[in-house]
Nanobody, 122 residues
Framework: QVQLVESGGGLVQAGGSLRLSCAGS????????MGWFRQGPGKEREFVAV????????EYADSVKGRFTISRDYGDNTMYLQMNSLESEDTAVYYC???????????????WGQGTQVTVSS
């Protein structure tokens, strides 16, 4: 079993930055690929970024490439999403998830956090 708790969301002006954190617990946390997803108002949940279990590879949605960076710290069992040059379109609830590989579909993620709200004002 893996428990995930997100933090770091908030209100930021367009062009600003935020860093989201996802604290994990459970014996097998380090063996999972870890992903970030988001769900905007009236939209379906969409893939943002994923990092492999050993942090050797990462994938990003086209909409965030060059602006967002995913990373993980095994000592703290924490994953991060550094978000720069934020746009109003980035407004959403952001979720972290533990999954089975470097995949972008929600169906391959077994554990989810409760989400953290990010609001970007224009």
């Amino acid at each position: 079993q893996v428990q995930l708790v997100e933090s770091g969301g908030g209100l930021v002006q367009a062009g600003g930055s935020l860093r989201l954190s996802c604290a994990g617990s459970g014996r097998s946390f380090s063996s999972f690929a870890m992903g970030w997803f988001r769900q905007g108002p009236g939209k379906e949940r969409e893939f943002v970024a994923v990092i492999s279990w050993d942090a050797s590879r990462a994938e990003y949605a086209d909409s965030v490439k060059g602006r967002f960076t995913i990373s993980r710290d095994y000592g703290d069992n924490t994953m991060y999403l550094q978000m720069n040059s934020l746009e109003s379109e980035d407004t959403a609830v952001y979720y972290c998830a533990a999954g089975r590989g470097l995949v972008t579909s929600t169906q391959y993620y077994d554990y989810w956090g409760q989400g953290t709200q990010v609001t970007v004002s224009s």
